[in-house]
């Protein structure tokens, strides 16, 4: 269980990384931003299930500035710059 927990939630990172990349999706996005709390939040859970402190370290963090980028786009605040790396 633990390798697929890993396998999903790096997937989910890896898929908003590639599509960020080609330019198919926005930094600032729902899509991106859920995939990236999502996956980081299973990975850091599955890391902490296997004491593996410094991908806990790694991960947890990842999904906290997801979590925060969530809420501040949710008050309307937007993520971050875009895909282009223009401000909003």
């Known amino acids: 269980m633990s ?3 890993q396998l999903v939630g790096s997937a989910m990172i890896l898929l908003a990384f590639v599509l960020a990349q080609a330019g ?3 930094t600032d996005t729902w899509p991106y931003l859920w995939l990236n709390f999502v996956g980081s ?3 850091a859970g599955d890391a902490f299930h296997e004491r593996q ?3 806990l370290l790694l991960e947890g963090a990842w999904m906290v500035v997801s ?3 969530l809420v501040k786009k949710a008050r ?3 993520a ?3 895909a282009s790396g223009a401000a909003r």
């Open 80 to 82: 971050g710059p875009d």
């Open 76 to 78: 309307g605040g937007g």
């Open 24 to 26: 198919r999706l926005g």
């Open 53 to 55: 402190w410094g991908f």
């Open 41 to 43: 939040g299973l990975t």
């Open 3 to 5: 390798m697929t927990v």
């Open 67 to 69: 979590l925060l980028s």
